[in-house]
Every structure is written in C-alpha cells, then in structure tokens.
C-alpha cells in the first residue's frame, strides 16, 4: 500500500533551518504532484509547497516563498523541504501529500490529495 514517511522534524530556534524528507513507497512516485501541508495547533491546515511530478513547476504559500524551497529526487521517491530563516509561526506539523490527478496544476487544497504521511514536527523557539 501508498506509504508516505516524514522526517527531519525538531526543535529549532528562529533563524535556524531544517530539512523535510518525505520517503514514498507503494506508488509511482514520478506520477504525482507531492505537496507538503502544516497545521499549527488550533489552527487549519495549509498549503505550504508543491511540486510537479519532474520537479519542473513548483508552487509556494505567500508565507514560504523566499525561505523554502521543495524539491523531489524520483529516483529516491523522496521529496524534500528546505526551510530557512525559520521564523516561531512556523511551528507546526508538516506534512507531506500525493496527487495522483492526471492535471498539471498543483492544488493548494488538501482535498486535491489522495494520500499523506504521519506528519513531522517542527518548532521554532523564539
């Protein structure tokens, strides 16, 4: 079956970085668009990043353009989250997403997505 494992999670403190992997197995991980979502406590969960399935395209929330970027090795199955000068809102859990649509369009709704992961934690100290 479709598994997606994040890791690289931890306690940062702001201005530090950190490095999201998301492992997939169980799938043609070159026919999705993978995204990667958050959700802070009491709050929604939101579209952070996403990429297309050659890593071509890729897509940002106005509050990760400039200090993540994503990107995908699909001979590895693995797409990452570069995140940089991490700021205390960025704490949350993270996590990553397949779209197995055959659109082009990277969704940021996680209605679009048919499978996720467990989820990573990330906190930023202030």
């Known amino acids: 079956q479709v598994q997606l494992v994040e890791s690289g999670g931890g306690l940062v403190q702001a201005g530090g970085s950190l490095r999201l992997s998301c492992a997939a197995s169980?799938?043609?991980?070159?026919?999705?668009?993978m995204g990667w979502f958050r959700q802070a406590p009491g709050k929604e969960r939101e579209f952070v990043a996403g990429?297309?399935?050659?890593?071509?395209?890729?897509r940002y929330a106005d509050s990760a353009k400039g200090r993540f970027t994503i990107s995908r090795d699909n001979a590895k199955n693995t797409v990452y989250l570069q995140m940089l000068s991490l700021k205390p809102d960025d704490t949350a859990v993270y996590y990553c997403a397949a779209d197995r649509r055959l659109s082009t369009v990277i969704l940021t709704t996680g209605e679009g997505y048919d499978f996720w992961g467990q989820g990573t934690q990330v906190t930023v100290s202030s």
């Open positions: 169980g799938l043609t991980f070159s026919s999705y668009i």
């Open positions: 990429i297309s399935r050659y890593g071509s395209s890729t």
